[in-house]
């Protein structure tokens, strides 16, 4: 089957990179309710398939040709998406393309080194703005914004942790540190929280971008390990253990919301510790400045 992922933008739109019409992309509009296009990614970022004819249907006597591959995409804090490629025909390096969602262009980015593509492959946005896009050899490679780099050897799944760390799945479980960090315009932030909690009970917070900046992970057809939705820390300032506080009924699963006051509600672990504590809300990886509250 085609690998064809959805990135979700900050108006609320969908993008996507055709495998069936390569290089042609589109853009799904909630309110319009129709997909128009996106124009062309200049550079084919689909592989054709291998697979040749499947036969389905009764006796196996209908036959469906798979459009082929694809690589992930992903939304930057600056609003570009970086959209990666399979192998083409003309070989097996993939090629990768940066869209400006801002202006509605695309402009090539950089080959994929070493020979390497990232066909039904994954990536994630670091907390350092940076995308790290797992290639098929298991290397995985660094996107600044402008160059490709080799990074870390991660032969598994990708997914950003709420520490900003990267969990990667498969036949060893490890974590990536990356370099660098967040800018402050990045986090979210909290306006209003309760004070006091007891446990057990539920409460609402609100404040500004509790979704994140982007989905900030992108996979394809398989799966999907999306952080835009707000994660509740609670950290008990005696023992410092940390409790993680179950979320609900989010006011929007949009990213990129800005100066929008957005909120959720948290339902506070009955069997926590008591006493003073602080509270973060995380998104992508990325934690809010801490406000102090008591669980009674």
Known sequence: MPKKGW???????VLTMDVKVAPNSEIYSPSAREWVTAGSTIVDL?????DGCINYGPGGKLCYYPPGEIGPAILRPDGTVFATGSYTSGGLRGNTAIYDSLTGVWSVGPVFPNGDNAGDSFAVLLANG?????????TSYLFDGTN??????????????????????????????SKGTYQTSWQPTISSYPSTVTRGSTYPISGTQFNGLSQAAAFGD??????NYPLVQITNNNTHHVFYARTHDHSTMGVAT????????????ASMETGASSLVVIANGIPSAAVSVTVQ
């Not at 398989?222 to 952080?227: D, F, H, I, R, S």
Request: proline share 10%.
């Open 258 to 269: 800005g100066s929008a006051t957005v909120s959720t509600n948290f339902d506070v672990p």
């Open 222 to 227: 398989e799966l999907q390990t999306a952080t």
């Open 130 to 138: 940076e995308v790290m896009v797992e290639g098929d050899s298991g």
């Open 46 to 50: 689909h592989s054709p398939s291998p």
């Open 7 to 13: 990135t979700l933008l900050a108006d609320g739109s």
């Open 148 to 177: 490709l780099t080799p990074g870390p050897y991660t032969p598994g799944s990708l997914m950003i942790l709420p520490n900003g760390q990267v969990l990667v799945g498969g036949g060893t479980t490890e974590v990536y540190t």
